[in-house]
């Protein structure tokens, strides 16, 4: 500096000053000067800038070495005492070609993100418009997608959602090669990369990177992604046994290296899926999502048949399947005889569960109820024999309830479903004594006939009244007990029923009921015909409904054709008229007798006209045409009549479709017919439309191609030959252009001229790119220089001097860009060249953003980023706000590498170890149901014992609940609860009990009572008043005792004698009855005689047994309850004797009533009849003589003898 001092005057002191010799002059009073210097003055230093097209700046005049290079323009830059590497964020910066050209982002004017691949200075209009969520496209450079797809937390990244930031975790083999994400093993994919697969697990899908389909003993593994990541590694080829490994597990980089950073959503990645990974996917579950607009109510729901979800984290998922389907079993009828098993309660293994019979048995097929053994004759079959019944249960199983029944025993019928049924005795049926069917497996009587049996009274008591009847009752009476002389008529019960089939139906006749096969079908409403054993062919005679026309006239009508209509005429009938007759009118009669049955006209449908003035003259009739025919008049004979049917509708057919109407022969129907008109082609229609076509392009007309492409060397095509479709004719070049021009050639033909010369530009040393600038133009095709090198176009012929370029920028051997695209870039990271345009194999690869590190040449750099102590948006560290740490809790790392955002989690602080979703903060909550709390799940309580848990209040420990799942009831805190179940609430059994029988008068169905809710199976069903039953499991037996009625009983009690009402069916009304209480006398629904047998009760008067003492019968001649002490005891046979009111003294019998005793001529004497075996045999003529018990020897008088006294007689002597 230089010293000066203005005033040297020895008082003025202090005044001194230094001044900088530079040219600001800085001065400064009494001490030295702060100078100041531009280091940008100096030329060489600002050279440095401006040889890189930037300017230079120095940064503080006072201090040396601050003096930079700056970017100018849109590129944006600065770099210290050097050049600066200039870049241009096309997504942020405003330029010609940026993103926002002045107006507005282009991207985020159409809701989508902006990605700028390359911000160097040098590469311009390479950035793109990106959805933000996945499922869309990227657009091409330089352009907006035109539409993206509506919002889906469970698809797109969002800070609450369920996808995550990126792609999917990239997954790695223990040899560092990157997995295919979504891969199969399938036979093309094995044939491409020369592997052999067969065996368990080919051709299965591995949709997460790592899997093993194959049971593999060496655990996950993963087929190589065809990427420039294992490209570079000569481990890592995907053909041969190199196309595969073994996996490391997931979140672990292998050795050898990361992997390359995912492009940002939806970016095109070889390999990569385009989508997000989904928390609830990845761990096999669904997710769903609730409104588009809503964030954060996405939710994670189990795949059936696995049950629960879980908001905005994966569900726990649990599967007994049992707790669903227990009460299937449970509720089975009757209930409580089944119970529910779940042989293998596990997600893995579901439809297994059964219904088990619990007394044993049998056993449902899966995921079904049993049919166990239940013959319900058992607990019913007294209700059926008390009526001298049987009872059958057809279908004896759980799987058939209330189908028993009571059946009558043969040759009584009937059965009723739960209750005695009602027999009835079918006499027709049998068998049984003189019923039509005698005996079992005997002919019936009127079958064997051929007749039918009728029994009119069915009840037990009526027999001998069924009697034989023939088929036809009308012909006949029934015959009792026999069968009948029949008749038949065929008409009523026949063959001859299928007349009344006919359409229209027809009239059966039967003209003799003896005989058969005599009857014929008649035509019926205004239709004559018929035909023997067959429908008629039915005609219909038109003079039935136009008669009156002829008649009024005196005419008749005749219809000459009975199967046509519009055939019947008028026609002249009186003996002195002529002049014929007319179709469909009266005809005109004239006084001639030449048309009168005139059937040469008729024939021809024609009219016959006679001269009504020559009345006399003969043959000089004729025909005439009517209707639309005309035609000269046939003398003696038709007339020949023509129409022209185009001058009818027709005509107007065709005109509709511009087409003409031609009548091909004029004297018959129908012939008409549609013909294109003009220049269209095509078959004429017969009495229709004809199928017209106009080819343009071959045709000869006003709008016709006429041969203009063709004379332009194009084809030409009609793409619509309909007749008036004109002048859509177009002319098409040849080759490989796409022109095409309408009504008119094509102006140029020329092609894209790098279709032919592209092989010169790409061949070229480096390879260049061919650009056609106009297509219609022939030789102006160029070969370019690829962008980063030199700016050097050729006209036809390859390009020279494209060997100085940018190493990352360009594609070469020794370029960042080998041909298989720029590794840093793939790496997610920045290429820079020191020393472009000059200097070969000095480019490197930049960690980008936050992440440190660098490498020059390959292989990439290895980058590092722990988003827990790193700032940055994706970090947990964001701004000044430390996420983790603010919630209280610790922030873990997941991958220290940049590809890798969005991976930290935060951990709750013990004893809570509960880890957060990704980037975000933990739920330190505990959902006692679902979570681990000191290595166990509280829940499991509640599941084990097949109930519901709930935890209301997620900040409390020891508060869940358990919840016993519908319809059962009750809960309990943090234990089982004890279940109840009003088995009554069960909409099963309340049908079943109202669905009952009830009495007649009863005003309400049978209810359902369950006496304990905690016992399965003891709940009835209740009779409704005045009725009385109950019935566990079923619909009650109800029944109504009708001695509880007042009057009843009052009719019983006060008939005067000691009688009790007795209802011995509670089923039956009216049944009731009064009995004696003295005997067994009754009487239904009125006082009973009542009697006393003194010998067969106990009383003062009675009997009591004195009779049966003495050996005797006791007898009560009267049996009245006033009457007593009139028992006689009687003997038994052969004695004698009785005795009143006590018992006889001496039972006499003389034995000598019994015959033979004694032999001939002795007499029998029983002198002491109370004692037997005494009888004596006495001799007649010596009454001392006599025997006990035999027969007595008896002296012989021999003078008894006639022969002897006779001897001495005729002596004259006495003997």
């Given amino acids: 500096q230089t010293c000066a001092d203005e005033d040297t005057a020895p008082d003025a002191v202090g005044d001194w000053t230094c001044t900088c010799a530079d040219g600001f002059r800085t001065v400064a009073t009494a001490q030295a000067a702060v100078c100041e210097e531009d280091e940008c003055a100096d030329r060489a230093t600002a050279a440095v800038c401006t040889d890189a097209g930037q300017v230079c700046n120095d940064t503080d005049f006072a201090a040396l070495a601050t003096w930079e290079c700056r970017c100018v323009g849109e590129a944006a830059g600065v770099a210290s005492m050097a050049a600066a590497e200039c870049r241009i964020d096309e997504c942020s910066a405003a330029c010609d070609h940026c993103a926002d050209v002045g107006n507005g982002n282009v991207c ?32 091409r450079p330089g352009a907006a997608v035109p539409s993206c797809p509506e919002r889906n937390e469970c698809r797109d990244p969002t800070a609450q959602g369920a996808a995550q930031e990126g792609t999917h975790v990239p997954r790695y083999t223990k040899s560092g090669c990157l997995c295919a994400n979504d891969w199969r093993l399938s036979a093309e994919y094995c044939s491409t990369h020369g592997l052999t697969c067969s065996g368990p697990g080919f051709d299965a899908p591995c949709p997460r990177g790592c899997c093993n389909p194959d049971a593999d003993a060496g655990g996950d593994w993963c087929i190589l992604k065809d990427h420039p990541f294992n490209a570079a590694k000569a481990k890592c080829l995907w053909t041969g046994e190199s196309a595969w490994g073994y996996c490391v597990p997931l979140g672990v980089t292998p050795a050898g290296g990361g992997p390359p950073r995912p492009f940002p959503r939806n970016e095109t990645f070889p390999g990569v899926p385009d989508s997000a990974s989904n928390v609830c996917a990845d761990v096999g579950q669904s997710c769903e999502d609730g409104a588009a607009d809503v964030d954060g109510d996405w939710r994670c729901v189990c795949v059936a048949p696995l049950v629960g979800d879980a908001g905005r984290a994966p569900a726990t998922c649990g599967l007994d399947e049992c707790v669903q389907h227990n009460d299937t079993c449970a509720l089975a009828e009757p209930a409580g005889s089944q119970r529910c098993v779940d042989p293998t309660p596990s997600p893995q293994a579901t439809g297994d569960w059964r219904c088990e019979c619990a007394a044993g048995g049998e056993t449902a097929d899966q995921a079904a109820v049993a049919a166990c053994p239940l013959d319900e004759c058992d607990q019913h079959k007294a209700t059926c024999e008390g009526m001298q019944q049987t009872c059958a249960d057809r279908h004896a199983t759980t799987a058939s309830l209330h189908d028993w029944s009571c059946e009558c025993v043969l040759p009584l019928r009937g059965s009723a479903r739960m209750a005695a049924a009602v027999c009835e005795l079918d006499e027709c049926e049998g068998p049984c004594d003189g019923c039509a069917v005698v005996g079992a497996g005997a002919p019936n009587v009127c079958r064997a006939a051929g007749q039918t049996c009728l029994d009119p009274e069915r009840s037990t008591g009526s027999r001998g009244d069924w009697r034989c009847r023939c088929d036809d009752p009308s012909l006949t009476e029934a015959v009792a007990a026999a069968a009948a002389a029949c008749l038949l008529d065929e008409c009523v019960d026949g063959d001859g029923l299928m007349c009344y089939g006919a359409a229209p139906p027809q009239e059966c006749m039967d003209a003799d009921h003896t005989a058969l096969n005599n009857w014929e079908c008649v035509c019926t409403n205004g239709t004559v015909g018929h035909a023997a054993q067959q429908h008629a062919v039915c005609q219909e005679d038109e003079c039935d409904a136009h008669r009156a026309t002829c008649t009024t006239e005196g005419q008749k009508c005749l219809d000459t054709d009975l199967t046509a209509p519009g055939t019947w005429y008028c026609q002249c009938v009186l003996p002195d008229e002529h002049g014929g007759d007319a179709l469909m009118a009266a005809a005109a009669c004239n006084r001639t007798r030449e048309c009168v049955n005139n059937t040469v006209c008729a024939a021809a449908r024609q009219v016959c006209h006679d001269d009504a003035t020559a009345p006399d003259v003969l043959n000089n009739w004729e025909c005439h045409c009517i209707g639309d025919y005309t035609g000269a008049p046939g003398m003696q004979g038709p007339a020949t009549c023509t129409l022209d049917e185009c001058t009818l509708t027709a005509a107007a057919v065709c005109a509709e479709h511009a087409q003409a109407c031609v009548d091909v022969d004029l004297e018959a129907d129908g012939t008409w017919a549609c013909r294109c008109a003009g220049n269209a082609t095509g078959a004429p229609g017969v009495a229709s439309v004809a199928n017209c076509t106009l080819d343009e392009c071959t045709a000869v007309c006003a709008t016709c191609a006429d041969g203009v492409c063709a004379a332009a060397l194009q084809d030409c095509v009609d793409p619509d030959t309909a007749p008036f479709e004109v002048g859509d004719w177009e002319c098409r070049c040849r080759g490989a252009s796409p022109n095409v021009a309408t009504a008119k050639a ?96 000095n480019w490197e690869c930049i960690c980008r953003g936050r992440a440190s590190g660098a490498q020059v040449g390959a292989p990439v750099a290895v980058c590092v980023l722990d988003e827990c102590t790193t700032v940055c948006d994706s970090c947990a560290l964001h701004g000044a706000k430390d996420i983790c740490a603010a919630a209280g809790q610790t922030c873990v790392e997941g991958e220290r590498t940049p590809y890798a955002l969005g991976d930290w989690r935060c951990v709750c602080a013990a004893p809570l170890d509960f880890v957060s979703s990704q980037a975000s ?70 049908r079943l009990c109202e669905g009952g029988a009830t009495t007649p008068g009863a005003a309400d169905p049978q209810a359902c009572h369950d006496p304990n809710h905690t016992v399965a199976g003891d709940w009835r069903c209740r009779c409704p008043p005045p009725s009385h039953g109950s019935e566990r499991g079923a619909a009650a037996a109800c029944g109504v005792d009708e001695c509880e009625d007042a009057a009843h009983r009052q009719t019983c009690a006060g008939a005067g004698s000691a009688q009790r009402c007795e209802d011995g069916d509670h089923f039956a009304v009216g049944d009731w009855a009064c009995v004696c209480q003295s005997g067994g006398a009754r009487q239904t629904a009125a006082p009973a005689t009542c009697e006393r047998d003194e010998c067969a009760v106990d009383c003062s008067t009675c009997e009591n047994g004195a009779c049966a003492a003495a050996a005797q019968e006791c007898h009560d001649p009267a049996r009245l309850v006033n009457e007593t002490n009139d028992w006689v005891c009687t003997c038994k046979a052969p004695a004698q004797g009785a005795a009143v009111g006590a018992a006889v003294d001496a039972c006499l019998y003389d034995e000598c009533a019994e015959a033979g005793k004694c032999p001939d001529g002795q007499r029998c004497d029983d002198a002491q009849q109370g004692s037997l075996g005494n009888w004596e045999c006495v001799c007649p003529l010596a009454p001392l003589v006599r025997a006990v018990a035999a027969a007595a020897a008896c002296p012989v008088d021999e003078c008894a003898d006639a022969a002897n006294a006779l001897v001495c007689q005729r002596a004259g002597q006495q003997c």
């Fill in 108 to 139: 985020a004017g159409a809701g989508q993100e902006c990605y700028e691949p390359d911000s160097s200075a040098a590469s311009v209009g390479d950035w793109w418009c990106v959805c933000p969520r996945p499922g869309g496209v990227k657009a």
């Fill in 746 to 841: 094509v102006p140029s033909c020329l092609d894209n001229e790098c279709l032919l010369h592209n092989a010169t530009c790409t061949g070229a040393a480096p390879p260049q790119d061919c650009v056609d600038p106009d297509p219609s133009a022939a030789g102006d095709w160029e070969c370019r220089c690829k962008p980063g090198m030199a700016a050097v176009i050729a006209v036809a012929s390859a390009a020279v001097g494209c060997d100085a370029f940018d190493e990352c920028a360009a594609q070469c051997a020794h370029c960042a860009d080998a041909g298989a695209g720029n590794v840093c870039d793939a790496a997610w990271q920045d290429c820079r060249d020191a020393a472009p345009f000059d200097v070969h194999h």
């Fill in 921 to 990: 903060t933990a739920a330190c909550a505990v959902d006692e149901c679902v979570d681990v709390v000191g290595g166990a799940n509280p829940g499991v309580v509640c599941t084990d014992a097949g109930q519901i848990c709930a935890d209301p209040d997620r900040a409390t420990l020891g508060d869940y609940e358990c919840a016993c799942p519908a319809p059962r009831e009750g809960r309990a805190v943090a234990a089982a609860a004890a279940c109840t179940l009003d088995e009554c609430n069960v909409a099963a059994n309340v």
